[in-house]
């Protein structure tokens, strides 16, 4: 079974303050995303990254970084949390889309509050 | 850019009967796939079924079954016989397929599906 895990399932953290989401798949996927969840605005693409030292920017970047150092590791960067940053954060894997279904297996999900 | 619509923020439905879950979606590209994702409370989102948009037949997994119909663009979710456990978000997603790198997926805003005794 695929098995993607996310270092926390809830975290608390002040605005201002540096904040590292990390995610790890076991599953040897090239393509590893980041979404942000929010109610009444489904799941965002913030980034994604299809190789390791690889990334791209999704549909909403502005605030966070990644780093993927490790094929099976991919982390989320808060450089400076805000309150608006409070919200759900969801890792997911796949593998190359050169397959027809391009399947993404999820993490459990990271509740981040920003106070 | 590809644009999923779900204009059911919430369904109910009695234990047994079968419900449709709606989804419409915009797209240029030709080649595209089309996904359903289930999200219980516990938050993990669970991937149900999958349909490409050149396939001629509507995908079935078990009690799911998509009603692909391509030139009115949508993709609507039959669940039939529901159970309690059905109770959950439903997520519409589509992506570009055969891009040769990592294709994203656009997902829509959910539909919270209730069943009840």
């Known amino acids: 079974d695929v098995k993607v895990t996310q270092s926390s399932r809830y975290l608390v953290k002040r605005t201002g303050e540096k904040v590292f989401l990390e995610c790890v798949q076991d599953?040897?996927?090239?393509?590893m995303f980041w979404y942000r969840q929010d109610p009444g605005l489904g799941l965002r693409l913030i980034y994604f990254?299809?190789?390791?030292?690889?990334?791209e920017k999704g549909d909403i970047p502005e605030g966070y970084s990644v780093s993927r150092e490790k094929k099976e590791r991919f982390s989320l960067i808060l450089e400076s949390a805000s309150t608006n940053q409070t919200s759900m954060y969801l890792c997911?894997?796949?593998?190359?889309?050169?397959?027809?279904?391009?399947?993404?297996?999820f993490g459990p999900g990271t509740r981040l509050t920003v106070t | 850019a590809q644009k999923i619509t779900q204009t059911q923020p919430g369904m109910f439905v009695q234990e047994k009967e079968a419900v449709t879950l709606d989804c419409t979606y915009d797209?240029?590209?030709?080649?595209?796939?089309l996904f359903w994702y289930k999200q219980p409370s516990s938050g993990e989102m669970i991937f149900l079924i999958y349909q490409g948009s050149y396939d001629q037949q509507n995908a079935t997994e078990g009690r799911y079954s998509l009603n692909f119909q391509k030139a009115r663009k949508s993709a609507n979710l039959v669940i039939s016989a529901s159970q309690l456990g059905d109770s959950a978000m439903y997520f519409c997603a589509m992506r570009k397929i055969n891009t040769g790198t990592a294709s994203k997926l656009t997902f829509g805003t959910g539909t919270r599906l209730q069943v009840t005794l």
């Open positions: 797209t240029s590209d030709p080649s595209y796939g």
């Open positions: 990254s299809y190789d390791v030292k690889m990334k």
């Open positions: 997911a894997s796949s593998l190359p889309s050169s397959g027809i279904y391009g399947e993404q297996y």
């Open positions: 599953m040897d996927h090239e393509n």
